[in-house]
């Protein structure tokens, strides 16, 4: 079986006291004194992991692919020590930044506090008010090799104004910072300010919503959004700003992650496939794409180039026109301008005479009438036998002028 799993004879010895120690206590040393022999070591890291038994040793076989990239609840990374580096770092590194004007008054109040919380990491801070720069550079001490990265993103984060009390937190190990540059994401200038506001929200109210499901805090300053927190929760926070400057709203985003908030307290469903559970929001395009009055049509391709114009000579010899003397060419041409001025004249004097053109009447409806001429004709000769203001014919009374002639006879 040795033989079998070792690959040769020749590594039968490495194999054998590997398996003497492996079944004692120290395992370790097993695996030591197993990787001596490099030519064989492919063969038995396979033997150890996918073999089930050999000469007494068990090994466990892994379940899942899955159960050995997931990080168990409550584990957590052991810090850096001075007995991991006991030499120290062999060259000297420095990063520097510049910072803009307007920050110049908090970092001269804070930066006390930074010297303060580098030194313990034994990282030196120098800033020149001058030049308006930020250097951090190792020293001797130092012993960590990330130490000095996690000390650059320290300055970069006070240059995009996070707050020293929020900037600090990077140099714990479980901490890390994402700065997403979005000047250049949009290019007219009014888009990306509505934007970038609508990623704020109403009073920050979306940007608070953000940091408290990605556990990260989010600045927004000028053309970039520095953020803060674990690695998880920055991607997050990057896909949503991404978006965000892509025109989706931030609001949709947020409601993907409160569901996958509520899923990743269930146990059952952690292992499980979350898409059935996630909204699906479609793009409306609800604004159509304005189309051109004038459409050009393009031109069926040939190879050949197009054919010279003629000149005036070539058209000349065409018609005739060139053996022609000056006398006639000029009679010719009066002619021509004589015919164009005629044509320009009856154009205007029809222009003129629309005018006083009559419209054209409508033809009178065929049809019988209802009215009553009879009627309408004794309705006019009343009219017409009729005084205005004066009573009717019949009732009228006796004037006074003949009653006193009567009486007047009456008495002689």
């Known amino acids: 079986m040795l033989t079998k799993i070792c690959g040769s004879k020749h590594g ?27 030519s064989h070591r492919k063969s038995i890291i396979s033997s150890w992991v996918l073999t089930g038994r050999s000469e007494g040793v068990t090994v466990k076989r892994a379940k899942n692919s899955s159960e050995l990239l997931t990080v168990p609840d409550g584990w957590k990374e052991p810090s850096f020590t001075r007995e991991d580096n006991l030499h120290g770092l ?11 004007k307007y920050r110049e ?3 001269k109040e804070c930066w006390p506090l930074v010297e303060k919380a580098l030194a313990d990491v034994h990282i030196k801070a120098t800033m020149d008010l001058i030049e308006g720069s930020m250097t951090v550079h190792t020293t001797r001490k130092t012993f960590d090799p990330y130490a000095i990265i996690r000390a650059r993103d320290l300055i970069k984060l006070l240059a995009r104004s996070v ?28 888009r990306f300010v509505k934007r970038r506001q609508r990623l704020i929200g109403p009073k920050g109210s979306t940007l608070k919503a953000l940091e408290l499901l990605t556990n990260c805090y989010v600045m927004v300053q000028g053309n970039t959004v520095s ?18 400057m892509k025109n ?12 996958k908030r509520e899923l990743a307290k269930d146990p059952e469903l952690r292992a499980q496939n979350w898409e059935r559970f996630l909204p699906k929001f479609r793009r409306k395009n609800l604004a159509k794409r304005r189309e051109p009055k004038k459409k050009a049509v393009k031109k069926e391709y040939t190879p050949f180039p197009p054919s010279q114009p003629e000149s005036k000579v070539d058209q000349e010899l065409a018609t005739g026109e060139f053996f022609l003397r000056e006398s006639v060419k000029k009679r010719k041409k009066m002619e021509a301008i004589k015919v164009k001025q005629a044509e320009v004249l009856s154009k205007k004097k029809e222009e003129r005479n629309k005018h006083f053109i009559p419209p054209k009447e ?4 065929k049809g019988t009438s209802n009215l009553d001429i009879e009627a309408i004709k004794m309705k006019v ?13 019949s009732a009228a009374p006796p004037s006074s002028s003949s009653s006193s002639k009567n009486k007047r006879k009456n008495k002689g």
């Open 12 to 38: 039968q010895q490495f194999c054998s006291e590997a398996v003497k120690l492996a079944r004692g206590p120290d395992i370790t040393a097993a695996a030591n004194l197993a990787f001596k022999s490099e």
């Open 90 to 100: 062999l060259e000297e590194s420095s990063f520097a930044t510049l910072f803009p």
């Open 105 to 107: 008054a908090y970092l």
């Open 163 to 190: 707050p020293f009390e929020q900037a600090v937190r990077i140099l714990q190990d479980d901490i890390a910072c994402d700065i997403i540059k979005i000047g250049t994401l949009v290019r007219n200038k009014e």
């Open 227 to 244: 953020a803060l927190g674990s690695f998880s929760g920055l991607k997050e926070v990057r896909k949503v700003v991404m978006d965000t």
């Open 248 to 259: 989706i709203h931030p609001i949709y985003n947020i409601k993907t992650l409160m569901i």
């Open 362 to 365: 409508k033809p009178a409806k």
């Open 381 to 393: 000769k009343r009219a017409k036998t009729k005084k205005l203001g004066a009573l009717p014919v």
